[in-house]
């Protein structure tokens, strides 16, 4: 059964440092998600992807986030400087074109910021 | 704005027994609503989802969800709960404005199934 790819699974990073997270989706899904998930809280989005346009970062802290699907495929976010209240799990998802509000997420990436 | 909510923050329920975990739901238009479940550490597992259609939905893992249109609610069900069913359930609903197709959670009721 084909399943979203993320990695790394955990990444321990000091406050100011850059990091990236990768995710692949499922071979197919032109759409592609990001959301962070608070500890204790539910996901919410960061950035959506069509093929390769954004269609909605309107929650994305564009100061120090960015994120890219050169390709239409796999995707980088990336986080510079990374502060102590980004610590989270950073969710990515995939969904058919046909149906995109089936989403599929991946395991996930816990950031820890210290 | 679209928005659900989860009441209980917990739900424990003894091996055998039925369980209900609770969503209400606001939205403009029809309603496409979710459930997930996530176990520690890990990403979240698609259970189920109304769309349209009969408003008791069957799910993955023996779950179902009955939607009720008049209390806006749309809450999980199981009839005999297991140890394994233990996790994070979501509720979530479809944005659907514009363009976008995210999805909104609520905050989660964790279930604790006792042996």
């Known amino acids: 059964e084909a399943e979203v790819a993320q990695s790394p699974r955990y990444k321990i990073t000091e406050k100011s440092q850059a990091v990236a997270f990768w995710c692949d989706p499922i071979s197919g899904h032109a759409t592609l998600y990001w959301y962070r998930q608070i500890l204790g809280q539910g996901p919410e989005l960061l950035v959506q992807?069509?093929?390769?346009?954004?269609?909605?970062d309107s929650q994305l802290p564009k100061d120090r986030f960015s994120a890219e699907r050169l390709k239409g495929v796999d995707s980088t976010l990336k986080i510079q400087p990374a502060e102590l209240g980004d610590s989270a799990m950073y969710l990515c998802a995939s969904s058919p074109v046909t149906r995109s509000y089936e989403q599929y997420f991946g395991p996930g990436t816990r950031l820890t910021v210290t | 704005a679209q928005s659900v909510a989860q009441p209980e923050d917990q739900v424990n329920v003894a091996e055998g027994n039925p369980l209900t975990v609770k969503c209400t739901y606001s939205?403009?238009?029809?309603?496409?609503l979710f459930w997930y479940v996530q176990y520690p550490n890990r990403g979240l597992q698609f259970l189920l989802k109304?769309?349209?259609?009969?408003?008791l939905v069957k799910g993955s893992y023996g779950f179902e969800a009955e939607f009720n249109k008049s209390q806006t609610s749309f809450h999980l069900k199981k009839p005999s709960a297991l140890v394994s069913d233990s996790a994070l359930y979501f509720c979530?609903?479809?944005?659907?404005?514009?363009?976008?197709?995210?999805?909104?959670f609520g905050t989660g009721t964790r279930l604790q199934v006792f042996p």
């Open positions: 939205v403009s238009g029809n309603p496409y």
């Open positions: 109304y769309i349209t259609g009969d408003n």
């Open positions: 992807f069509q093929d390769e346009s954004v269609v909605d």
């Open positions: 979530a609903v479809r944005d659907g404005t514009y363009n976008t197709d995210k999805l909104i």
